[in-house]
């Protein structure tokens, strides 16, 4: 079965500061997705980043960027410039590449706290 | 275009009820899936319909079903409540799978007495 693990719980950073969150996952498939959701204090779940297994290159999204490694199945999310805006929780989540087996698997999440 | 709704937000029960929570996804979106979120076990994966039919399954008791209806709209019902069904309920939609960007809903919170 494919796990998820985010080992640190909670995390925080200064405001203009870069954080990085960490993410390993275990899979013994060769294709697949991995995503970084935030979910702020409202509980709405927002798609941060998406990465697909088979690209070399790492995602980017504005300030928010990942480091995907897959021979050592890491996917950790970069924040740059953090702001206030970015406290919240983070998922990071898997999901298998073929369509019949379309479910995201998530980390237990880490919460981020931004300093002002 | 609107977002994914959720109705009712929020919904106490007691023991031994049922409960249907609906979720009317982003127009044009075909896929439905439902996530449980409980502080203990964190985000749980219920069941997805696509089309109408239940495409994927999570490990959740019999007591929890879905359907999803002609438009796309989508209920789950659990039957028998109990303490432990307490929890956040979110509905997210996609236009054909969750590996594509999948949005969700801002949730059902169950509250179980």
């Known amino acids: 079965a494919q796990t998820v693990t985010q080992s640190q719980p909670e995390m925080s950073v200064q405001e203009a500061e870069t954080v990085t969150l960490s993410c390993t996952y275990d899979?013994?498939?060769?294709?697949?997705?991995l995503f970084w959701y935030k979910q702020p204090p409202s509980r709405q779940m927002i798609l941060v980043i998406r990465?697909?297994?088979?690209?070399?290159q790492n995602a980017t999204e504005n300030r928010f960027s990942v480091n995907f490694q897959k021979a050592a199945k890491s996917f950790s999310l970069k924040i740059s410039d953090s702001q206030l805006g970015d406290a919240a929780m983070y998922f990071c989540?898997?999901?298998?590449?073929?369509?019949?087996?379309?479910?995201?698997?998530f980390g237990k999440g880490i919460t981020l706290s931004v300093r002002p | 275009k609107a977002g994914v709704t959720q109705t009712p937000r929020y919904l106490i029960k007691t023991r031994g009820q049922q409960v249907t929570l609906s979720c009317s996804p982003i127009?044009?979106?075909?896929?439905v899936s439902w996530y449980q979120q409980t502080p203990g076990q964190g985000l749980q994966f219920l069941f997805e319909?696509?089309?109408?039919?239940?495409?994927n399954k999570g490990n959740f008791p019999g007591r929890f079903s879905g359907r999803q209806f002609s438009n796309s709209r989508s209920e789950m019902n659990v039957s028998t409540l109990e303490l432990g069904d307490s929890a956040l309920y979110l509905c997210?939609?996609?236009?054909?799978?969750?590996?594509?960007?999948?949005?969700f809903g801002p949730g059902t919170r169950l509250t179980v007495t």
């Open positions: 997210a939609s996609s236009f054909y799978r969750a590996q594509d960007e999948q949005y």
């Open positions: 899979t013994s498939e060769s294709d697949y997705y």
């Open positions: 990465q697909e297994a088979y690209k070399q």
């Open positions: 989540a898997y999901s298998y590449s073929t369509g019949a087996n379309s479910k995201l698997t």
């Open positions: 127009s044009g979106h075909r896929s």
């Open positions: 319909y696509f089309s109408e039919t239940q495409r």
